[in-house]
């Protein structure tokens, strides 16, 4: 065989064995080697042999019941994804001090290419709570904090010419009709984006009356991060807060296509 076609099979091998690492799911506690084999469309006998090149990394371990479940190791790489951002020490208790005063779920998402990813969270006492674990990954072009990101990574038009104005964004049911929330940027040395930080929760709780109070909460968080991590606060201070910022909703995504932006209440 010549090098060219080792190489090509050497990274066909790896792509297969990411395939069935990524097939994992937040709500998986392990899988079967049927349900790994539906996940990832990759024949049983593969993923067999896949799966003992996994374990030796322990990245894998297989349970009595034949079943597979993720391994320390990859526990141990999520730690060191998150030290690589060298956040944590600043961002994780200006996230607690904002949940124990708003009382709801409060997260910091990072950018990674065109997905965003739960870096740390605190979340809500409440019962019924917004949920979200580190590691999670979701959309940028829903929800609070991906609608931040996208903002001050070059979005392009409404509605992330206003949130470059106003600095935060509120969202009503943007991403989930049920779920609610406002997200502010956090800034590094040079301004560069280094993530945003999002208060959420169930919409019944998280509604215009929450948000005219908890913005105030959110920016001071924001630029209290921001400066702890080498930016500039003082931009956050250079912005009018005698109202909320505009609310947004699914609804005027449609409408803002075809009419310019104009400032209103979300329904």
Not at 71 to 77: C, N
Not at 199 to 212: K, N, Q
Request: with cysteine; net charge positive; aromatic share 6%.
């Amino acid at each position: 065989m010549n090098k060219d076609a080792t190489k090509a099979t050497g990274v066909a091998a790896v792509d297969r064995a990411l395939a069935v690492l990524s097939s994992f799911r937040s709500e998986d506690r392990a899988l079967t080697l049927a349900e790994l084999a539906a996940r990832t469309g990759i024949y049983k006998s593969t993923i067999l042999r896949l799966t003992q090149s996994l374990m030796r990394a322990a990245l894998l371990l297989r349970l009595e019941d034949g079943r597979f479940r993720l391994g320390p190791e990859a526990l141990r790489l999520g730690g060191l994804y998150q030290q690589a951002h060298e956040a944590g020490d600043v961002i994780l208790p200006i996230l607690r001090e904002l949940r124990d005063l708003t009382g709801e779920s409060v997260i910091f998402h990072v950018r990674e290419g065109e997905r965003r990813v739960c870096l740390f969270r605190a979340e809500s006492p409440h019962p019924v709570r917004y949920h979200v674990r580190e590691g999670d990954v979701l959309p940028l072009n829903r929800g609070a904090g991906g609608r931040v990101l996208t903002a001050f990574s070059g979005g392009k038009g409404e509605p992330y010419e206003t949130i470059r104005r106003e600095l935060c964004f509120v969202g009503f049911g943007d991403r989930t009709p049920d779920v609610s929330g406002l997200s502010a940027p956090v800034f590094g040395p040079d301004q560069a984006l280094v993530g945003a930080i999002t208060i959420s929760g169930p919409s019944t709780r998280v509604d215009e009356g929450f948000a005219r109070s908890a913005v105030p909460l959110l920016l001071a968080a924001v630029a209290r991060a921001t400066r702890d991590l080498g930016g500039n606060a003082e931009v956050f201070k250079t912005t009018s807060r005698k109202a909320a910022p505009r609310q947004h909703s699914r609804k005027e995504d449609r409408r803002d296509k075809a009419k310019p932006l104009k400032r209103r209440q979300s329904r």
